[in-house]
């Protein structure tokens, strides 16, 4: 956990941990207020974590208490450098495009930027040497 302000994306599953209102976000959520911390997220998650039934109502609701970050062109791009590093340091390749895309928009958030995620593996990949926290839903 944190104990200043930081910058927190959350990624799909954090999104959806949060549209739910499962307990294992709320910890983070009391967090985030107490640190007066912002969350975010990425336009790219929001196609994750959609599907166009009436699911989405509560996804909706949840995007509410979050900044939702653009896919601009610049993170487009860098999510491309982030895949290929990610993609030379692998023996298997699997497609990690839109983890980089993730990846790509926290390090344009203001610092210190951390990610919340239930699956720490690839964007602690993509992520390695960067300013960026990677941190687990527990």
Do not use: F
Not at 107 to 135: C, Q
């Amino acid at each position: 956990m944190i104990a200043r302000p930081h910058s927190i994306l959350l990624d799909a599953e954090a999104l959806s941990l949060l549209a739910a209102g499962d307990r294992r976000i709320q910890a983070w959520l009391v967090v985030a207020r107490r640190t007066d911390s912002t969350l975010h997220t990425s336009a790219v998650t929001l196609a994750e974590t959609s599907d166009g039934t009436p699911r989405d109502a509560r996804l909706r609701l949840a995007v509410k208490a979050v900044r939702v970050e653009p896919v601009t062109a610049a993170i487009g791009y860098s999510a491309g450098r982030l895949r290929t590093k990610a993609a030379r340091a692998r023996r298997k390749l699997r497609d990690v495009t839109v983890d980089a895309l993730v990846a790509a928009t926290a390090l344009t958030l203001p610092r210190p930027p951390l990610v919340l995620t239930s699956d720490p593996s690839d964007l602690a990949l993509l992520l390695a040497g960067a300013p960026v926290a990677v941190e687990t839903i527990l």
